[in-house]
Nanobody, 118 residues
Framework: VQLVESGGGLVQPGGSLRLSCGAS????????MSWARQVPGKGLEWVSG???????YYGDTVKGRFTISRDNVKNTVYLQMNSLKPADTAVYHC?????????????WGQGTQVTVSS
């Protein structure tokens, strides 16, 4: 199993970023996928998830600002992040989630750093 995140970087408050996660080594099209984030000294915070049928779910702190999507041909899951805030600064990880329990992770990638600062 391999999950490779990309697209992180430094952005000003109010700006946007699009994260990508390339997946391989498992049946991506049937998998529930999530994005989770982590700041130093804290555990993983679930951000958003998407099921194989396209149903999407979001954490309260990102609802209305972030959009998760997937491309089952490219085996890639995306996270479009708009109206970014300094509180969104974290390492963002792509994860395979348990069906029916998006907050439970089977496997996650190394992550990509997102820094929101002026």
């Amino acid at each position: 199993v391999q999950l490779v995140e990309s697209g992180g970087g430094l952005v000003q408050p109010g700006g946007s970023l699009r994260l990508s996660c390339g997946a391989s080594g498992f049946s991506f099209s049937s998998a529930a996928m999530s994005w989770a984030r982590q700041v130093p000294g804290k555990g993983l915070e679930w951000v958003s998830g998407i099921y194989s049928d396209g149903r999407t779910y979001y954490g309260d702190t990102v609802k209305g600002r972030f959009t998760i999507s997937r491309d089952n041909v490219k085996n890639t899951v995306y996270l479009q992040m708009n109206s970014l805030k300094p509180a969104d600064t974290a390492v963002y990880h792509c994860a395979i989630s348990r069906v029916g329990a998006l907050h439970e992770y089977i496997y996650w990638g190394q992550g990509t750093q997102v820094t929101v600062s002026s």
